[in-house]
C-alpha cells in the first residue's frame, strides 16, 4: 500500500470522527477508538511549552482507556451535569493532514483542527493541532492515542471532548 493511499485512509478515519461528533453519534464515534486508547488535552506550562507527562503534569483532559471516554459520554448524553443539558452545536474542521510515519501496524498523523460551537445565541471556536497514532490494518485503522494540543486554550466557561 501506498503512503498516498495510507494517508487517504486516516483522513477518512479523521473525517468521520469529526462527523460522529458533530452529528452526536456517540456510538460511532467511540468504535473509532481502541479499548487501550489514550486521550489526551496538555496543559500548558508556559506560552510556548505545552505539559508532556499527562500522569505527572496537569492536563486539560486524560483518559487512559475507551473505558473512561465510555463514561464520560455517559455523563453527556445523560445530561446530569448542567453544562451537558443544552449541548453545543459543534463543527468539526480537520485539515493539513499529514502522513507522519508508517509501519505494518500503525499510522502516525498530525493535522490542524477547528471547532466552531454555537450555543444560547452565543458562538465560540477553539483550535490547535492533533496528534494521532492509528493502529490496525489497512481499511480498518482505530485511534490508539489521541493527542489534542489546544492552541486557544482561553476558554469561554468550560469545554468538553466533543468542542475539540
Known amino acids: 500500500m501506498t503512503n498516498v493511499e495510507l494517508l487517504d485512509q486516516a483522513q477518512r478515519l479523521l473525517f468521520?470522527?469529526?462527523?460522529?461528533?458533530?452529528?452526536?453519534?456517540?456510538?460511532?464515534w467511540l468504535a473509532?477508538?481502541?479499548?487501550?486508547?489514550?486521550?489526551?488535552?496538555?496543559?500548558?506550562?508556559s506560552e510556548d511549552v505545552p505539559t508532556a507527562d499527562p500522569g505527572g503534569e496537569v492536563s486539560l483532559v486524560y483518559y487512559d482507556s475507551r473505558a473512561g471516554?465510555?463514561?464520560?459520554?455517559?455523563?453527556?448524553?445523560?445530561?446530569?451535569?448542567?453544562a451537558?443539558?443544552?449541548?453545543?452545536?459543534?463543527?468539526?474542521?480537520?485539515?493539513?493532514?499529514?502522513?507522519?510515519?508508517?509501519?505494518?501496524?500503525?499510522?502516525?498523523?498530525?493535522?490542524?483542527?477547528?471547532?466552531?460551537?454555537?450555543?444560547?445565541?452565543?458562538?465560540?471556536?477553539l483550535f490547535g493541532f492533533y496528534d494521532y497514532l492509528l493502529t490496525g490494518q489497512s481499511g480498518a485503522w482505530r485511534i490508539a492515542k489521541k493527542k489534542i494540543t489546544l492552541l486557544s486554550d482561553c476558554v469561554p466557561s468550560y469545554f468538553d471532548l466533543y468542542q475539540v
Open 16 to 28: 468521520d470522527e469529526a462527523a460522529a461528533l458533530d452529528q452526536r453519534r456517540w456510538d460511532d
Open 84 to 125: 451537558h443539558r443544552v449541548l453545543p452545536r459543534t463543527c468539526h474542521a480537520v485539515h493539513n493532514v499529514r502522513l507522519l510515519g508508517s509501519n505494518a501496524g500503525s499510522l502516525t498523523v498530525h493535522a490542524t483542527w477547528r471547532v466552531d460551537s454555537y450555543k444560547e445565541k452565543a458562538a465560540s471556536s
Open 69 to 82: 471516554l465510555e463514561e464520560r459520554v455517559w455523563r453527556i448524553q445523560s445530561a446530569a451535569a448542567p
Open 32 to 45: 473509532l477508538y481502541t479499548p487501550d486508547c489514550e486521550f489526551w488535552v496538555p496543559a500548558w506550562k
